[in-house]
């Protein structure tokens, strides 16, 4: 039986009945008409060579067929198009409306042919053993509702020698500096958000943040999984992290 993580727990509404799958895919639902523009707001665009750190990663593999996980408005599979040049990127997510943004972000950059964004859930990945050169998350494994299942469909679909490639905050361990970002996340990054989006979801983040196995803890559950090869790498004097393994 997987193991239960402490963020298995945290949920964008602690008062609602529902399960974390459905309200994280509500809470993508409402906030997708801003979520671009109000991340590159809050990021102050370094989440763009966050995003290119990582699939350097897989610059040797030369993957042929990538799968992006909690693909969002499809950053991921945009970016890996541009410059990993795989034969097709599948990106799935449970939002329907962040999805829906994606397509239009791929037609518009002529990628449909390369880039197909579909609805799909982590935890029950639709397609056979085996399918995948590599996988890619970006920002999503928090929003798993259980953390190992997750994992371990995704090390089913890899292909043997194939990688999975995660990116995810991390809390930094600079004395100043993190109470710094804490303040900006905790207590910042909600208030800016809650004046043009949905202030909970911004602290559904840092909770989510917070409660994450992030460093070396994170990678003991990669090895847990049978991935093999594992690394952690920080950005950022550690507000972000690079995490990588082979099947």
């Known amino acids: 039986m997987?193991?239960?993580?402490?963020?298995?727990?945290?949920?964008?509404?602690?008062?609602?009945?529902?399960?974390?799958?459905?309200?994280?895919?509500?809470?993508?639902?409402?906030?997708?008409?801003?979520?671009?523009?109000?991340?590159?707001?809050?990021s102050a665009g370094i989440d763009v060579s966050w995003r290119r750190k990582a699939l350097a990663k897989l610059k040797e593999l030369k993957p042929k067929l990538m799968l992006d996980v909690a693909t969002g408005t499809g950053d991921v599979a945009i970016m890996a198009a541009r410059e990993l040049r795989p034969e097709k990127i599948i990106g799935i997510d449970i939002s329907e409306k962040m999805l829906e943004g994606g397509r239009v972000k791929v037609s518009a950059k002529g990628l449909e042919t390369v880039i197909e964004?579909?609805?799909?859930?982590?935890?029950?990945?639709?397609?056979?053993?085996?399918?995948?050169?590599?996988?890619?998350?970006?920002?999503?494994?928090?929003?798993?509702?259980?953390?190992?299942?997750?994992?371990?469909?995704?090390?089913?679909?890899?292909?043997?020698?194939?990688?999975?490639?995660?990116?995810?905050?991390?809390?930094?361990?600079?004395?100043?500096?993190?109470?710094?970002?804490?303040?900006?996340?905790?207590?910042?990054?909600?208030?800016?958000?809650?004046?043009v989006s949905n202030k909970k979801a911004y602290q559904y983040l840092n909770n989510s943040i917070k409660a994450f196995p992030e460093g070396k803890q994170f990678v003991a559950v990669l090895n847990k999984i049978g991935f093999t090869n594992t690394t952690c790498k920080p950005l950022t004097l550690g507000i972000c992290s690079i995490y990588c393994g082979d099947k």
């Open 2 to 42: 997987a193991e239960k993580y402490l963020h298995d727990e945290v949920v964008p509404d602690a008062s609602s009945a529902d399960t974390k799958k459905k309200q994280v895919a509500q809470m993508f639902d409402e906030i997708a008409p801003r979520y671009d523009v109000l991340n590159r707001f809050l």
């Open 117 to 195: 964004l579909k609805s799909g859930d982590s935890e029950t990945i639709n397609f056979p053993d085996a399918t995948f050169d590599a996988v890619t998350v970006a920002f999503g494994v928090r929003n798993f509702e259980n953390l190992e299942k997750g994992l371990s469909e995704i090390h089913r679909v890899l292909k043997p020698g194939g990688r999975l490639v995660v990116l995810e905050f991390s809390k930094p361990l600079i004395p100043g500096f993190r109470q710094l970002c804490n303040l900006y996340i905790g207590f910042i990054t909600p208030r800016i958000a809650g004046t």
